[in-house]
């Protein structure tokens, strides 16, 4: 069996520089599986050789990749070979994830679209921030109205320092409902965990004293590593597996990472959902290295794309 990867990296160096193409290669290679990189702006290898075709999705701007990537995927299917994780619908922003949950009954927070913010009605205190935008950028927590236009006019006089100067600072756009998970010791957590098909890993549990749990902010001292420990070590995944499972169904995507927290009454709030995911170990956050559950999880996507190639035989 042969796959075919397409990547926006120009050598196999470059390519690992991410932990999630690093265990992707490692799952490939312990399920002897045979790969080869393509960047779809250059000419397709003879395609008749692979059974399939696996598309990495990080810096999907870069040379205008996700263009190359469908045009790639499609002469993929023409020639009758499968493509999984397909570049459509590449990057899902907040809203998507939180409007599919809220439809599929899904405990999420509420949110509203704005231009003028005196049409928000949601309660204080809220989340504002730039739809789409991640790694805890351009968020602000609001408790009033004067804090909600001064985080508004600062966001719009902002030097550009997150988005191409072309583009220039984006406005605040989506005001979110903040929903408090505040643990009993008086941190925060939030839990990530990798679905692909029908298996879930859980990746790791980040505590923080502050609100918003990202891995710039979030601590590294014994308790938390017990707490991600704990969360990690299992084998099989302890927490609400029906609900979660259904969290990522509701996004119709095969491979999808997933944030969540766990409130004091038991209750589970869901943030967001990553196909570009990052991954304790990447270049930003090395802090970590690359995890067992990384590992686990670059076994299973080569077990789902054994899957997803032999459903395809099947159908041809």
């Not at 590449?90 to 998507?96: K, T």
Request: net charge neutral; charged share 25%; hydrophobic share 40%.
């Amino acid at each position: 069996m042969k796959v075919l990867i397409f990547t926006c990296y120009k050598n196999l160096e470059r390519f690992q520089s991410r932990v999630d193409n690093r265990t992707l290669l490692w799952g490939l290679d312990q399920a002897n599986i045979d790969w080869e990189l393509s960047i779809p702006w250059q000419p397709l290898p003879e395609l008749a050789q692979f059974d399939g075709a696996f598309s990495t999705l990080y810096a999907p701007l870069f040379r205008n990749f996700i263009y190359y990537c469908k045009t790639a995927e499609q002469k993929c299917l023409e020639a009758g070979v499968p493509v999984i994780n397909s570049c459509a619908n590449y990057s899902p922003p907040h809203s998507f994830f939180l409007k599919q949950w809220k439809e599929a009954g899904i405990p999420c927070a509420r949110y509203e679209f704005f231009r003028d913010f005196d049409t928000v009605s949601l309660k204080y205190p809220m989340i504002l921030r730039v739809d789409g935008v991640h790694r805890g950028l351009n968020m602000y927590f609001v408790s009033n109205k004067e804090e909600a236009m001064q985080a508004i006019n600062y966001q719009n006089e902002l030097h550009v320092r997150y988005f191409p100067s072309r583009e220039g600072p984006k406005p605040l756009n989506i005001a979110i409902e903040f929903v408090d998970t505040v643990c009993k010791d008086g941190f925060y957590e939030k839990k990530r965990c990798y679905v692909i098909g029908d298996k879930i890993i859980a990746a790791h549990c980040l505590r923080s004293r502050t609100r918003f749990v990202n891995y710039k902010d979030s601590l590294l001292d014994p308790a938390t590593c017990a707490v991600d420990r704990e969360y990690t070590l299992h084998e099989e995944f302890t927490d609400d597996y029906d609900l979660v499972m259904r969290a990522a169904k509701a996004t119709g995507i095969d491979i999808i990472t997933l944030d969540y927290s766990i409130r004091q009454d038991g209750e589970y709030i869901f943030w967001e959902g990553n196909r570009r995911r990052a991954t304790a170990g990447d270049q930003r956050i090395k802090w970590l290295g690359i995890r067992p559950p990384d590992l686990v999880y670059g076994n299973t996507v080569a077990d789902f794309i054994q899957q997803k190639i032999a459903v395809a035989s099947i159908e041809a």
